[in-house]
């Protein structure tokens, strides 16, 4: 559906977005996660072909975003941060201007609008003019303006901002029930947003994407992604031994408990591996009886800082040994 290939933007010197490629498959929720800065309305402004790459190129439903716009632009409905919004139009008066601009046909215009205001729920406000319009009203105007036409390819920029959590729910909802006849991109800093609506994220760190994967699939990424902790009662050097049999433990920690006579004990292990029953076993063999056993499932926020600080790192060390050979 939509392919991405070695997108580069330049500002001067500052690199935003930094040889970025990746597949849009449909009828699938896309998450473009990042920390604020990281490249990620750059590159939807890109996709969407509001600005030029440098390098690289886009390609939408066989369309070059930029020899094929016109075409290509058919196939995407696009809420840029900041909704494009008349602001001296009632809303009814706006959304049959955008219609008239996608060139819907006239004998379906009426009965589109009426059905896509009604999805987003702003029939309501339909003859308010956009200025005396909430932030979360005037975002949900911007939302109907990009499903108008019903384009195959949706793109969403923040699309919960300035939402109070009952509308964050609604537009959440909105947006999953939009998979069943579009393709959604949906780019966001909020975590549990892209945990709770999207089928696959892309994490872009610095301009460059640092993680593609399902929620669920990403876990396995993390450096602990499986943990088991335990409050274990008996001698330390007797549960280390025991537990240092079982295969597939690639780590253990041991660490003085409140209680009495117990230990602390935090074990990482391989991916997608369940070692409980063989720990029970275990401990009761070597007469250590266990108090709590916990697994771990690593968040996605974890999965996020975790990615993100290690391409932080990697990009200061860079930097650092740039400016080191330019004093040689």
Known sequence: ??????????????????HLSFKIEKGKIYGFLGPNGAGKSTTMNMITGYIASTEGTVTIDGHDILDEPEQAKKCI????????????????????FVADLKKIPKDQKK????????????????????????????QRVGLAQAILGYP???????????????????????????????????????????SAVCDYVLIISHGKLVASDTPENLGKLAEGSNTLNLLVKGNKDHIRIALGQIDGVKDITVASAKEEHAWNVMLSTKENMDIREEVFFKMADAHCPILE????????????????ED?????????????EGENK
């Open 152 to 194: 195959e390819v949706i793109i969403l920029d923040e699309p919960t901002v300035g939402l109070d959590p009952k509308q964050i729910i609604e537009i959440r909802d909105l947006i999953k029930s939009l998979k069943k006849k579009h393709t959604v991109i949906l780019s966001s800093h909020i975590l549990s947003e892209v």
């Open 311 to 323: 391409d932080k790192k990697k990009k200061n060390e860079k930097e650092t040994d740039k400016k």
């Open 77 to 96: 409905g696009y809420l840029p941060e900041m909704p494009p919004l008349y602001f001296d139009m009632t809303v009814g008066e706006y959304m049959n």
């Open 111 to 138: 009965s589109m609008v009426e059905e896509v205001m009604e999805m987003v729920k702003i029939t309501d406000m339909k003859n308010r003019l956009i200025k005396n319009l909430s932030k979360g009203y005037r």
């Open 293 to 308: 056993m916990q697994s771990k499932k690593v968040s996605l926020e974890e999965i996020f800082l975790e990615l993100t």
């Open 1 to 18: 559906m939509i392919e991405v290939n070695n997108l580069v933007k330049r500002y001067g010197d500052h690199t935003a977005v930094d």
